[in-house]
Every structure is written in C-alpha cells, then in structure tokens.
C-alpha cells in the first residue's frame, strides 16, 4: 500500500485530499494530519464572525475549477436562517464561515462515498519532523506514533506576522503586546473605551478592526503602516479596454503598460478594477517570466500599491470601516515604529510619520500585529519550520516570501536539490507562483499537484512499499 501524508487540513490540504482520494489508484491512503480539532477550516475560514466576509465574490469561490458554481449552489441549499442575512447570489460576499463550512461538507461527503478509489485517514496531530533518511518518510508527531509515508505534501498555511524590528525587542514579551491578530486572546480583557494600535494597514488590519467594532469597541483605533495604504472596494465594472494584446515581463514596460490600460479605461468610462483582474489568469506566468532583480525591484517599491488595488474588501465591510474613519474612531497612519515604551499599562508608540523627520506618539494600552502572514521562514518559530530547515529538508526562497520549491511543487532542499518525496501547495509557494493565496489560484494548484502525486504513485519505480502504522482515525473530526 502506497501512503501519501499531508501535513495541515486547512483549504489547501483538505483540497489535495479530495483530488488524490479520485485520482490515486486504489489501495493508495491518504493520511490528512491536522493539529487543530477540526479539519477543512484552516486560519481563513475557522472564524466564527459573521461579519467576516469572504473577499471573493461566492460566485467565484468554488473548490473546483471545472465546477465554478458549486460554492453557490451549496450556499443555495442552505435554509435562509443559516445564511446571516446574505443572498446567496454569484456576486455577493459570503461569510467565511459558511466556506469553513462547505469545505467540511465536501469532506464529510468524501469520507461517505461508497467504494472511493483511495483510502482517506484523519490524524489530529502536530507534525514536529519528518526524517527523510530512509524509505519510506517517517513524519514524528507531537503525540502518537509516527507516520510512515512514500510521499509527504506541506500545506501548512500562513504563520503569524513577523514583530516590527526594533532597537529594543523586550517589549514584545509584554502582555499589553498581541503577536498573532488570529490568537484567541487578540482582542480579549480589552477596555472598550481604551485606545489600540493595529500594526498594518491591510486585509488582516481590516478584519481585526471589525472584530473590534463587533465587540462594541467605542475607544479609538489607531491603524499604522509604512505608506497608511488601505484595501480599495470591490465594485462590479465594465469589462477592461481591450488595449494590451500581451503582457511585458520588464517591470518598468509591464507598469507602464498597466497605467496605460487604466487611463483607457477612465476616459471610456471605465473603471481601473478589470484591468487589475484581467491580469489574474496571467499574474503566475508574468511572475515566472520576470528576472529576480525586477522581482525583488517590484516586491520593494510596489507590492504595497499591487496588494491594495488586487485584495479588495467586500462592499458591507469597506461601508463599516469608511464610516469608521468617519467618526474618527478609525485613524490610518503612515510612518515607520521606532519603539514601544509602557508606562503605567500603557504604551507609548514611538512613531516617525511617513515624510517628516521628527518622531511622535501615540498612546495605547494594547498593540495587535496585524501586519500580515509571516513569510520568511528564517524568522518562523514554528518547530517543523525550523526543523525541516536546520535538516536541510527545505531551504527559504531568495525573496522570502516562502519555501522554495519548483513548477511542479516540489522542495528545494538545502543543497538545492529537487526532493521526489517532499512537496509543498498554498501560500507557502509563493515565491514561485506569487498569485497563490486566494481559492481561485490554490484549489488550481491542488489539482494539478494531485495529478503529478497520482502519477508518481503510479510509478513502482520511484515508490516502495511503506511498513504498518497505526494512526489514531477520527472518525468524528468533522
Ligand atoms: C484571514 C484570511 C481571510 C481570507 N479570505 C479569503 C477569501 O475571502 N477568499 C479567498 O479566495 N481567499 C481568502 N484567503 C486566502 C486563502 O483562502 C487562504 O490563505 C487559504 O485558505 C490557505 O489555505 P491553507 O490550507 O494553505 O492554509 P491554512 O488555512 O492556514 O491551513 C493550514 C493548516 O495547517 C495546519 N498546520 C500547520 N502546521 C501544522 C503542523 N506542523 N502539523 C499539523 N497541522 C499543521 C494549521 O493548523 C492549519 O489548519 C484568506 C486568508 C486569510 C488568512
């Protein structure tokens, strides 16, 4: 029997799950390894905040590429009570609890099919090593017995932002100091009427500031990053101008060519949405193309303005935090944090505001790190993180902006070679595709890795038989 494990039971995981349950040839099992208690949820959709939208019209948020509507229609079927007031319609925004739940639907249906071609076995665990100096792999879990496996997919999703650097560090083992925005405790034992800083003006700001305002925080909430930029609004356009019959790999050409399509757009009316959009389908083969100093060059200077105006909020959520900043409850700042200084249970938040030379302050009494997902793995705490790098079995990318690893998602390891046994799917990728963080790209990218995994096993050659394990099965995970 040939054994594939995945280590994370979030979207990417669960995903790669269901594929390589329909393609692998039978007697194939699939061990799903998840540290949480519940599998199919993941960072994203494990909120239990209705008032935590999807950012991607429902329409567009299948799990599966052949079947764009298949979110929509299982929204469709839900009674209108378990809805949250939301219609379920191709352009509106659901909660992301409800995708928390289709994907645990879709599991659930797997594990009932009668006869599936593979066998699909769920382990709670925290996977904390895996040695690949015999054959087969042998993942080693925080309990239990280890896993023997012929293949292993990481799908380990986004860890926690990284601290700000600063002079004097020792304020982050303060309690007024909340490193991870998705921890329980972020926003828990907080004054409503107390000042707080958000370090980050994104996606994940956004959430956190809604979570604050659903919890009748009434006190100020301070919102600081580099350039103050906020996420724009989705709004439904017009088709873009059909101006850019191609894409330049140079930077400086593709910017250029961009502006150009968006002036376009305005004097026809238009919006500068589309041309955004229009680009997705080619975003990863751009990126692929491009040389690694206009990479890093782009990662430098524009990423900002490119995450801003591609993740976009959600109409009803861009309405609560306009009207936020509105009653000045909301205030977005731009500068640089130079330190933290808590006196009397406060902290002063030393700042240097974007332009200006001289410093200034504000006061808070508890400081969220809502930078978002930590990326660089050399700065990741996280025990198999650290692990598989000190053994050599990963190595960061150049940009770090994740693992590195090849076309077909394979790990890089230390040495620069190319494992047979050890992939990676989801954010962790990024350095290679760069546009994998939302559905529409990862539940791709599961596919096609399914694909490649199933004909592995489908080679004797490169897969041998793996020794008897007795993982815990859940039966009742989800
Ligand atoms: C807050 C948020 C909102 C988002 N909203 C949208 C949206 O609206 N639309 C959209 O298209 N995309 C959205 N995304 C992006 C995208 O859908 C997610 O990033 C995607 O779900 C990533 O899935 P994943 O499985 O790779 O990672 P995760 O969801 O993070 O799952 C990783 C899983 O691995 C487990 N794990 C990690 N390490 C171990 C270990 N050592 N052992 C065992 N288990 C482990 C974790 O517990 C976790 O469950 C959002 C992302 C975030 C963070």
Same mark, same amino acid.
């Given at each position: 029997?040939?054994?594939?494990?995945?280590?994370?039971?979030?979207?990417?995981?669960?995903?790669?799950?269901?594929?390589?349950?329909?393609?692998?040839?039978?007697?194939?099992?699939i061990?799903?390894?998840?540290?949480?208690?519940?599998?199919?949820?993941?960072?994203a959709?494990?909120?239990g905040?209705?008032?935590?939208?999807?950012?991607?019209?429902?329409?567009?948020?299948?799990?599966?590429?052949?079947?764009?509507?298949?979110?929509?229609?299982?929204?469709?079927?839900?009674?209108?009570?378990?809805?949250?007031?939301?219609?379920?319609?191709?352009?509106?925004?659901?909660?992301?609890?409800?995708?928390?739940?289709?994907?645990?639907?879709?599991?659930?249906?797997?594990?009932?099919?009668?006869?599936?071609?593979?066998?699909?076995?769920?382990?709670?665990?925290?996977?904390?090593?895996?040695?690949?100096?015999?054959?087969?792999?042998?993942?080693?879990?925080?309990?239990?017995?280890?896993?023997?496996?012929?293949?292993?997919?990481?799908?380990?999703?986004?860890?926690?932002?990284?601290?700000?650097?600063?002079?004097?560090?020792?304020?982050?083992?303060?309690?007024?100091?909340?490193?991870?925005?998705?921890?329980?405790?972020?926003?828990?034992?907080?004054?409503?009427?107390?000042? %707080?800083?958000?370090?980050?003006?994104?996606?994940t700001?956004?959430?956190?500031a809604?979570?604050?305002?659903?919890?009748?925080?009434?006190?100020?909430?301070?919102?600081l990053?580099?350039?103050?930029?906020?996420?724009?609004?989705?709004?439904?356009?017009?088709?873009?101008?059909?101006?850019?019959?191609?894409?330049?790999?140079?930077?400086?050409?593709?910017?250029?060519?961009?502006?150009?399509?968006?002036?376009?757009?305005?004097?026809?009316?238009?919006?500068?949405?589309?041309?955004?959009?229009?680009?997705?389908?080619?975003?990863?083969?751009?990126?692929?193309?491009?040389?690694?100093?206009?990479?890093?060059?782009?990662?430098?200077?524009?990423?900002?303005?490119?995450?801003?105006?591609?993740?976009?909020?959600?109409?009803?959520?861009?309405?609560r935090?306009?009207?936020?900043r509105?009653?000045?409850?909301?205030?977005?700042?731009?500068?640089?944090?130079?330190?933290?200084?808590?006196?009397?249970?406060?902290?002063?938040?030393?700042?240097?505001?974007?332009?200006?030379?001289?410093?200034? @302050?504000?006061?808070?009494?508890? %400081?969220?790190?809502?930078?978002?997902?930590?990326?660089?793995?050399?700065?990741?705490?996280?025990?198999?993180?650290?692990?598989?790098?000190?053994?050599? @079995?990963?190595?960061?990318?150049?940009?770090?902006?994740?693992?590195?690893?090849?076309?077909t998602?394979?790990?890089?390891?230390?040495?620069?070679?190319?494992?047979?046994?050890?992939?990676?799917?989801?954010?962790?990728?990024?350095?290679?595709?760069?546009?994998?963080?939302?559905?529409?790209?990862?539940?791709?990218?599961?596919?096609?890795?399914?694909?490649?995994?199933?004909?592995?096993?489908?080679?004797?050659a490169?897969?041998?038989?793996p020794?008897?394990?007795?993982?815990?099965?859940?039966?009742?995970?989800?």
């Amino acid at each position: 029997m040939t054994t594939i494990a995945i280590v994370g039971a979030g979207f990417s995981g669960t995903l790669v799950a269901l594929h390589l349950l329909r393609q692998c040839p039978p007697g194939t099992r699939i061990v799903l390894i998840e540290r949480n208690h519940q599998f199919g949820l993941g960072q994203a959709y494990a909120t239990g905040n209705p008032n935590h939208l999807l950012n991607v019209p429902a329409g567009r948020m299948s799990a599966f590429h052949q079947r764009p509507d298949d979110f929509l229609r299982w929204l469709k079927t839900l009674p209108k009570n378990e809805l949250d007031g939301v219609a379920p319609t191709a352009d509106s925004f659901a909660p992301r609890r409800l995708f928390g739940a289709y994907m645990r639907h879709l599991l659930r249906m797997e594990m009932q099919r009668p006869a599936p071609l593979a066998r699909l076995v769920l382990v709670q665990g925290d996977v904390v090593g895996i040695d690949r100096g015999m054959h087969p792999l042998t993942l080693h879990l925080d309990h239990g017995p280890p896993i023997r496996a012929e293949l292993a997919v990481l799908a380990v999703g986004n860890f926690p932002p990284a601290p700000v650097p600063i002079a004097d560090p020792s304020f982050y083992d303060s309690p007024l100091y909340r490193p991870d925005p998705w921890a329980r405790d972020a926003f828990t034992g907080l004054d409503p009427a107390a000042p %707080v800083l958000l370090v980050g003006t994104g996606l994940t700001m956004v959430d956190a500031a809604v979570s604050l305002l659903d919890q009748g925080h009434l006190g100020p909430i301070y919102a600081l990053s580099r350039r103050g930029l906020l996420p724009r609004r989705h709004v439904s356009g017009t088709p873009p101008p059909d101006t850019a019959p191609s894409y330049p790999t140079d930077l400086t050409a593709l910017v250029r060519c961009l502006r150009r399509e968006v002036a376009v757009a305005a004097e026809t009316g238009g919006d500068w949405r589309p041309v955004i959009d229009a680009m997705r389908p080619f975003t990863q083969d751009v990126w692929q193309a491009m040389s690694l100093p206009d990479r890093a060059r782009f990662l430098r200077h524009l990423r900002p303005w490119w995450e801003v105006h591609r993740h976009r909020m959600p109409g009803p959520v861009a309405d609560r935090i306009e009207q936020a900043r509105e009653r000045r409850q909301l205030r977005i700042r731009a500068g640089h944090i130079r330190g933290f200084r808590v006196e009397d249970g406060m902290i002063d938040v030393i700042y240097r505001p974007r332009g200006v030379e001289l410093t200034a @302050t504000l006061l808070v009494a508890r %400081v969220i790190n809502c930078a978002g997902p930590g990326a660089d793995y050399d700065r990741i705490a996280d025990p198999l993180v650290r692990r598989l790098l000190h053994e050599g @079995t990963a190595r960061p990318d150049a940009l770090r902006l994740g693992l590195d690893v090849t076309g077909t998602c394979a790990l890089r390891l230390g040495t620069g070679a190319i494992s047979r046994r050890i992939f990676a799917v989801g954010p962790v990728t990024k350095a290679a595709f760069w546009e994998m963080t939302a559905v529409p790209d990862i539940r791709r990218q599961c596919e096609l890795l399914a694909q490649h995994l199933a004909a592995l096993v489908r080679t004797p050659a490169s897969i041998t038989a793996p020794a008897a394990t007795r993982p815990s099965v859940l039966t009742d995970a989800i």
